[in-house]
Nanobody, 127 residues
Framework: QVQLVESGGGLVQAGGSLRLSCAAS????????MGWFRQAPGKEREFVAG????????DYADSVKGRFTISRDNAKNTVYLQMNSLKPEDTAVYYC????????????????????WGQGTQVTVSS
């Protein structure tokens, strides 16, 4: 019954920044591993960033390392994706996802491991 509500997408010029937010409807969010995925036109949905439930471990796709940062504030039931130095190839619909069935306190990479998904938010980067 968990709902994820995303915000922060929009249109930005190359080199600019955006911060995506994902708010969860349950306090049990604090026990969920969280991730961000994206899907560009004509491409499959791909892993972007993940964070474990306690917030101490993060990982990123090679394409965004050094530019994107995932974080979470469990007191606010919210996960964030800070995106800097945006490139046109970052243009995609970005999805927040939650994994409630974690077997260990780690980052999860496969979309099949996640149980709940946000509605998606469009990020468009112009050249």
């Amino acid at each position: 019954q968990v709902q994820l509500v995303e915000s922060g997408g929009g249109l930005v010029q190359a080199g600019g920044s955006l911060r995506l937010s994902c708010a969860a409807s349950r306090r049990t969010f604090s026990t969920y591993a969280m991730g961000w995925f994206r899907q560009a036109p004509g491409k499959e949905r791909e892993f972007v960033a993940g964070i474990n439930w306690s917030g101490g471990i993060t990982d990123y796709a090679d394409s965004v390392k050094g530019r994107f940062t995932i974080s979470r504030d469990n007191a606010k039931n919210t996960v964030y994706l800070q995106m800097n130095s945006l490139k046109p190839e970052d243009t995609a619909v970005y999805y927040c996802a939650a994994d409630r069935t974690v077997s260990s306190n780690r980052v999860y990479y496969s979309q099949d491991e996640y149980d709940y998904w946000g509605q998606g938010t469009q990020v468009t980067v112009s050249s």
